[in-house]
């Protein structure tokens, strides 16, 4: 049951309506103390008081701003519920937030709060009331912390604890914030945290580094005016380039952890919004914001019930972290901090404007991508990350905005590592697995390389390069022992009853579907490979519950081996795909030319 589905989403007024009508959903979940909220029996990695207190805080993210200037009605429920979580004394207690903790995660919207709307969350309570928030909170500053965006969570606590003068450690929170800078690359780039020099660079770099570092920004601007400045010019500079990850319908590409957030992918711009800062007209910023959350609020992406779930484009389990709880989505009620603007504000005066016009291809060098913009297909090219939420969250070829990807099922076999948009290598024929990592990564021009060594005498060079509206891979395999091979094209969604709708062409060294919905295919260019159409495991794709993924299977001795493929995906399920690749080779170097005799890659050993 879609809450929101009267909602036109357009003015203010709607998305004001927009947090009550998500909200509402949750009232009778909430514990008879109103300090946890248990929708469903799910489960997360982490006791369930801190999943529970997930569903009291997180949506304060949107609540909050909503009544800067606006009214909510539930503020007792929620004054009650903090009363009742942070007294020692009280069954609901929230308890000891140790080390790691995932309590001090959702002591940062309780911090923002003390700052933006204290006449609902602090001047109501008692002197003891008082009292015991303040140390409750404090121990942020007493904990050890995940060394990336999590130093954020202390700052917005101190923040929100010097707001009403409250005790806090302020000295620690400017040492927090100068290892969070530490972070900070080059032109608006973070990595989240720092391993080997470097970390996933994902949505944690929108959303949270860049996010809190804009709220900081606007609330402490007075206090600490030289790091706000230094805030707010590298979100500016960051918009120029994250711009290219949206498309004209609002959605963003997906790529990385923790997508059951949502529409928290708007957040970023929502922030700019409240900081003051436009590198974009204020229409481009509104526009892609109130698009994302618009296409996100028309999804299957509720239970029956009228909660967010966990998944993406619906719910799911299989797309999942261990630190989902069926409370982590309300994450996304980030995304409406310009409710916390006046409403004369340039943000909300202005219409809704379209995406200016962007180009085809943009090379992102610290993220990795070559993001590629088709008529009807964003997506782009990617080199594999090291990250331990998930390797095919990270180590794609490709992450498409229209087929998403998909994760490994649940049982061995082919078919069944999640291989859309990779290639997936065995030594057994049974048990497949895609990339963990790549031991170096490197670019020139529009062509990306990486190395995989999944096995001690097995080594993937690859070469990624666009081709638009495909994109031409070639690998460089060679191994000590015989082993089998998995590539993927994307994943294409198979919903429908109507058999005769469907074709899958499996000739000419071409693995195609034809659906409804849409076209994909791979070609072999080398046509030494079998080309098949494979059964993805239901629920496994973050977009659709049912898919398939043209493929080329292969089988390959000891030695040498270079392999090349075509790939291609429409929603368009009638659109022409005419292109024809030629690849040529010699010992150590391929080239692979269009129909038309222009070169799309050159691989050489020598390049690695």
Not at 307 to 334: I, Q
Not at 342 to 352: L, M, N, Q, R, T
Not at 474 to 495: C, K, M, N
Request: proline fraction near 7%.
């Amino acid at each position: 049951m879609n809450p929101l589905k009267e909602n036109p989403l357009r003015t203010r007024s709607d998305f004001e309506r927009a947090v009550e009508q998500l909200y509402e959903p949750l009232v009778p979940h909430f514990s008879e103390g109103k300090a946890r909220v248990r929708p469903t029996a799910t489960g997360a990695r982490f006791p369930p008081v801190s999943a529970e207190l997930e569903g009291f805080a997180r949506p304060l993210w949107g609540i909050v701003p909503l009544s800067v200037h606006g009214d909510f009605d539930h503020w007792s429920t929620l004054r009650t519920g903090l009363v009742h979580g942070t007294d020692p004394t009280h069954e609901e207690y929230w308890g000891e937030a140790d080390d790691y903790s995932q309590k001090h995660v959702e002591m940062a919207a309780i911090g923002v709060g003390l700052a933006l709307a204290p006449e609902n969350i602090w001047e109501p309570l008692s002197r003891i009331e008082r009292e015991r928030l303040v140390t409750w909170l404090n121990q942020i500053n007493e904990a050890e912390l995940y060394d990336c965006n999590w130093l954020f969570f202390r700052v917005m606590v101190n923040l929100g604890l010097r707001s009403v003068d409250a005790r806090h450690d302020w000295e620690f929170t400017q040492r927090s914030l100068d290892r969070l800078d530490s972070f900070y690359l080059a032109d608006g780039w973070y990595t989240d945290g720092l391993k080997d020099d470097q970390s996933p660079i994902d949505y944690y770099l929108p959303w949270a580094m860049h996010f809190y570092g804009l709220v900081y920004a606007e609330l402490m601007g007075d206090e600490d005016p030289e790091r706000a400045e230094t805030y707010r010019t590298r979100a500016g500079k960051f918009a120029t380039h994250h711009i290219h990850w949206f498309d004209e319908s609002g959605r963003a590409i997906p790529f990385g952890r923790s997508l059951t957030y949502r529409f928290a992918q708007a957040s970023f711009w929502g922030g700019l919004a409240f900081a003051g800062v436009n590198p974009l007209p204020w229409g481009v910023i509104r526009g892609i914001w109130a698009r994302n959350i618009r296409w996100w609020l028309e999804q299957p992406i509720f239970t029956d019930g009228g909660l967010l779930s966990v998944g993406y484009r619906y719910p799911t389990l299989k797309v999942s972290e261990t630190y989902n709880s069926p409370n982590s989505p309300y994450w996304a009620m980030k995304a409406f901090f310009p409710l916390a603007l006046e409403s004369d504000h340039p943000f909300w005066k202005s219409a809704e404007e379209p995406l200016p016009e962007l180009p085809d291809e943009v090379v992102q060098q610290e993220a990795g991508k070559v993001i590629l913009r088709d008529d009807d297909h964003l997506f782009a090219l990617s080199s594999a990350q090291d990250s331990v939420h998930g390797r095919e969250k990270y180590t794609k070829f490709a992450y498409s905005t229209e087929f998403g990807f998909s994760v490994a099922g649940r049982s061995p076999g082919e078919g069944r590592a999640g291989h859309d948009s990779a290639l997936a290598l065995s030594l057994d024929g049974d048990q497949y697995k895609i990339p963990a990592t790549a031991t170096s990564t490197s670019s020139e021009g529009t062509t990306l390389r990486s190395r995989w060594v999944p096995w001690d005498g097995v080594t993937v060079d690859t070469w990624l390069s666009p081709a638009l509206p495909w994109h031409v891979r070639v690998h460089r395999l060679r191994t000590d022992r015989p082993i089998h091979s998995e590539e993927g094209g994307f994943a294409l969604d198979q919903s429908g009853d109507d058999d005769s709708a469907f074709d899958h062409d499996v000739r000419n060294a071409t693995a195609l579907a034809r659906y409804p919905n849409g076209l994909s295919s791979i070609i072999d260019l080398f046509d030494d490979r079998t080309p098949v159409v494979v059964d993805e495991e239901p629920n496994t794709n973050l977009n659709h519950p049912r898919t398939v993924v043209p493929t080329l299977r292969g089988s390959h001795q000891p030695g040498e081996h270079w392999l090349a493929s075509g790939v291609m995906a429409s929603p368009d399920g009638e659109k022409a795909w005419s292109e024809r690749f030629e690849a040529t080779t010699d010992e150590d170097d391929v080239v692979v030319r269009n129909s038309d005799g222009k070169t799309i890659v050159h691989c050489s050993s020598s390049q690695l």
